[in-house]
Each structure stands twice: as structure tokens, then as C-alpha cells.
């Protein structure tokens, strides 16, 4: 039975530095010794050829000299490692020896004929058979990759040996990918991903298979891959206790039956799990969705009579089940599948199947390389009682897809991966895997999900936590959004939304409701004018302006106005031609909003709502309490800033753009805005933690903090900080001024 923790490490083996391979250059080179490699091969074969082995070990030391491989080690520690991948395989001598000599024709000097001369015949032809293989590109261009497919099929197809060392030897390389330059490794990657481990699944050797096909992802997609990990590891967390659970159920109800069987709980690899998420919109939540469990019993008959008890106590899901015990797969693997809603009604995936049906799931055709009669080579017989299939057979059938259909990419589609380096992968809380831009937000999340959501989004959990909707999503997070009753638009939209798609649907979803806060914004513009004007608008008809204007009603004209399609004083010119505007001449921000001059539009504080055609500028964040004056943005409406934002600088000679603003008296005694404050501070221990504290003090809340242009003596740290006004934030400010550690304190920043 298994412990959770045994069962979460029964993934391949993800270590790129390889079991024994020496790491990196720093350290001194780490390969198997001569006599290691020798003790491993006596240990299943004792009739192993010791001095041929040996031959060939120092052969390939000697002729590969003083190469050295991009990672800094000596070239021969390459071949050496493959053979040490081999022994875990049990292979015999003759492959051993190969895979010690497959680079020496292609690298050294060494020709075909010495092979033949020191080692024989057989390994000769090994050797010669690996090499040509490493010199077709498989991942040409398409037509030649067809030929040269078919090619490489031919040469395998005379005995498979040749395939298991070229598997080794790439698996080794794909180990030591992060020594080579970014464009190799992906190449080599996408090889291995499309050529390689889809031949180690045709020869059925799926411990291979999996860990080529979880170094290519980790190369070729590592966002993807570090997304599926990190959300891996928060289900191992949760489901993880329920797989001792659920193993010591189904071997208790087993041996009532009096079935003896070892059950293990298996985690899936996270390329299989993508492949999985891809294939359909499936979820990523559930037990069955990361573990599978294996039971092996004893024999053949076992297998059913596991079945037939499983199904008795739990339910099976329909159409799960498989019988691959009497219709083997074309690789020979042989097992029984099922699903059923399992123990605690958690649904539960079963593969059933013997120890030996096991062994050559693992490791397919290299199964069946044995000790037997005293000599030690490829058990026919063992082969024949285990499926009977010569799985090479296979490879003729792809080599003819590939000559006759003409089409590559069926052959190599399967396993394409998607480029997806500037994403972030987030799940929903049943696990939907939603793919968004890196940077993506909350709010990006509901509309990536369905716009119904993200019209309703009024809050956040990131991981179950409650978070700001300005929180950038991380890859794996699982995001729950919270809905309110209604539509609504956060003011500050702009700021929470990246994503084409959710800023889209939040424009359609304000357009519809933007006209009356244009009319309304139009209407103050046109009054402020005419105050200026010493005119009074209540006392003329607007008629001749809507003449000029070809507008229908008032309103359009506000809305025309407010939408900043006419200036205000155009309309004032319309109805008092050739009237002079002395206050053109007037200039400085703060003469044109000196009280009682200009109308007055108020604005509603904590979030300007409903925040269509008035929004807060980032650059400054206003709070209640702030002197703020509006900006006109052609169909944006107007942007509020605080009145000695140095961004005002920039409509210095846009008079016609300025708009005098008021907080209600609501918003100034309102409950709670956010302001910014970034504070550049000396790098010393415990200083940010100081600067915390002050902030608390003084009543300051911090939602969020924020470090960047981290050097050895400074830092800058933008802190988002919840104040009760605009006093209140300049008497934060003022305390951490007053903190020695800290340099110097500016409102906004971002
Ligand atoms: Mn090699």
C-alpha cells in the first residue's frame, strides 16, 4: 500500500543533470567508473563479456580524447552515461558496448571497419546502424523530414538495439539540454517531443517515453509546465491523504475477496496531464484528474477477478473500461482499465494488471532481454507469452503513412506543442485550465471565462484568499471570482484589464449607458463657459448652436460637447458671434478653476462612479480632499487629477480641456479611498518592516506593496495604502519622511 508521499514521487525522475552525470562545471566531472559500469552489467547478466566491455570503455575514453561536451565535461562521460541508462534497461553486452562506441564514427576518426576489427560484426553493425541515425535531421523541413523518416525507420527495422541506444543517447542529451544556446534546445526539443518519444511509445519502453516527453515540454513550454506543476503540487496538498485512503480500500475489499494485490497510487506527469487539458476542456481537480492507481496481482486470472470485485463495490463509469489483456495494444502493453466512483464517492482510475504486464509497460520491448540457458540475450519466447507482437511491425505501418499519405504532420501532429512563453496559466476553481497574457488580472480572468461574469465581477480569491482586483495572476492560481447582483464597471477599469476581450466587453457594456454622463459632462462644459462669459445658459435659447451644430436636441449637443466633438466656446460663438473670451487670455492652472468662476460638476469620492465618463488619473490616484480638476478626453470623458499634478503641465495651453471639479460633501467625509505612496529607502535590515509599521500607525492600511529598482544601497517600494483623505495621506507621508531609512516620499508613482 502506498503513503501519499510515496505516491507523489513516482513521477519520472525530472532531474536535467541525469542520476549520475556530472552537473555542472564546477564541480569535477561525475561518470560512472569503469568498474561500476562492469558491476552493474555482472549484476543481472553474469555471463557478461567483462573484457569486451572493458575494451570498449577505454577504447571510446581514448578516442574521444580530450573532446569535451558543451557542458564543460570530457566528451566520453556522454557515451559512458548512455550505457549506464542501458543497464537500468538490463541490455546485453553487445548494446552496452554500442552505446559506449555510438559516437566515435560519426566524432572521431574511427571507422567502421576498426569497430568490426576490435569488437566483431554484430556490434559493427550496431554501431554503424546508431550512427547513420544520428546523421539524418529528422527535424528538416517537411518533405525531406518524410524521407528521411522513412529512412530511419529502415535502419531501425533491422534490429531494434539500435533504437534502444539512439533513445538512450537522446535521452541522456535532452538531460543536459540547459548547457546548449536557447534556438538548439528548442529544436532538439521539438525533435524529441515529435520523433523521439513517439518511438519509445511505439516500442512500448513508457518509462522513456514519459521522461522525453517531460524534458521536451519542460524546454519547449516551461510556462505551461510550471503551471500545471505549481497547480499539481496544491492537489497533492488536498488530495494526497485520500490516496492511502483509497489504496488500503481497494486492497481490503481485494483480499476479502481473497485477491492478493499491491495497490499504488501513481501521480500522472504534468505533460500528460497537459496533453490531457488540451485534448478537451476538461477540468483539473479531481483525484482521477493526477493520480492513477495500479493494481498488481498475481496472474493473469486475478486481473479479472480484481476487476469483478472492484465493479461489485463500486460503481464503474461507463465507457472507461478497456480490456488491453486480450486485445493487447500494438506495443504489446497489456493491462485492464477501468473508473469507477470510488471510495467517499471520489471517482477513481484503475489499471489492473500482473507484475510482468507491469514490467513491460515500463519498459516494453527491452523487457524481455534476459538471463536464461546460461546465456543472456532477447527471450523470444517470454516476448511471445507477453502479447506476441513484434512491435517494430508498427514502425512499418508509420513508415507507410509517411510514404503514401504524404502528409508529415498527421505523423508528427499529435504531439505539437503551442508556444505559449508570454502566458500565464490560471485555473477556475473546478479547474478549467484558462490560458491569459502574462500580466492579466482578475477582471481579465471573468471575461476570459464568459462576459456574463465579467460584467458582475465585484471581488477576488486568488488560492482562496480574498485579493484587490488589481492583482496580477500568477501562473497555477486558481482564481474564484465573486459576482454581485448587477452590471457593474469599476471605475478604475483602465488599470484592472489587459486583455482585448475584457476591455472590449466592459466598453460595449459602458456605451450603452455612457450617453446620459456625456450629455451630463457636455452640459457643465458649456455652463463653465458661459460663466466665464458673464452669460448665464438658463437665460438663451440654444437653437442657432444646434443649427451650426446638427444637432437634433439640447441634449445632443451636450452630448457632442461632452464627448469634446465641439468646444464649448464654439457654442458660446454661436450664440454671441464675434463675443471676445478675455479669460482665453488667463493662464496657470489654478486661475482657470479659482472658485466661483466656473460651474461646478461634483464628483463622488471612494471610486469615481459611475464611472464612465469621469475617471481617476493614475498618475496621481485623487482622494477626497484632494483640490482635483478635470481633463476632457475626446470620448474618454474626463480624467481627474489632483490640481498640482506635474501631468497638468502638459494642457498648460488646452484651455478649453479644463474643467473645474468638487468632491460631494459625501465624498469628503467618505469612509475609504486608495492612494499610492513610493518611498525610496536605504537597503538596510529591517527597514521595510519599519516603514510598515509607521504606515500602520499613522492608520494606514497597506493593500499592497511593491519593490522595484532594487540596488545594493536603495530601493524603491510603491505602497498602495487604504486613507480616510487626503490629510490623512499627507500625515502618512509626513511619518515615514520622518523615519531616518527613508529618503524621500512622492505621492502616485506606478
Ligand atoms: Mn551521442
Redesign the pocket.
Known sequence: MAAPTEAAGTAPPIDTTGTSSSATAHKPPRYLRQYELIDRVKAYDPSADEALLNRAYVYAMRMHGSQLRASGDPYFA??IE?AGILTEYRMDTATICTALL??VI?DTNATRADIAAMFGEEIADLVEGVTKL?KLELAAEHARQAENLRRFILAISRDVRVLIVKLA?RL??MRTLHFLKPEKRERIARETLDIYARLARTIGMHRITSELEELAFENLNPVARDAVVRRLATLRASQGPAVAMVSGEVTEALSEAAVSARVVGREKTPYSIWRKLQRKSVGFSQLSDIYAFRVIVESEDDCYRALGVIHRVWSMVPERFKDYISTPKRNNYRSLHTTVVGPRGLRIELQIRTEEMDRVAEQGVAAHWRYKDKSYGFDAEAAELSGGRDPLLSLGTLAQVLNNGGDPDEAVEHAKLEMFLDHTFVFTPKGQLINLPKGAMPLDFAYAVHTDIGDTTVGVKINGELKPLRTPLQNGDVVEVIRGPKRVTPPDWRSLTITGRARSAIRRHIRANEREEFVRLGRAGIEHAFVRAGKNLAEVSLRPAMDRFAAATEEDLYEAAGRARIPPEQVLEALYPGLKLEEKAAAGARRRIEDGKSARLFVRGGGLTPGVSLHFASCCSPVPGDRIVGIVQPDEGLAVHVIDCPRLAEYEDREELWRDLHWTPEAETATISRARLTATIRNAPGVLGQACTLIGEAGGNIVNLRMHHRQADFFDADFDIDVKDAKHLTHIAAALRACPSVEEVERGGG
Open positions: 556522454h557515451p548512455v555510438h559516437d560519426e544520428s543517447d541522456h542529451n
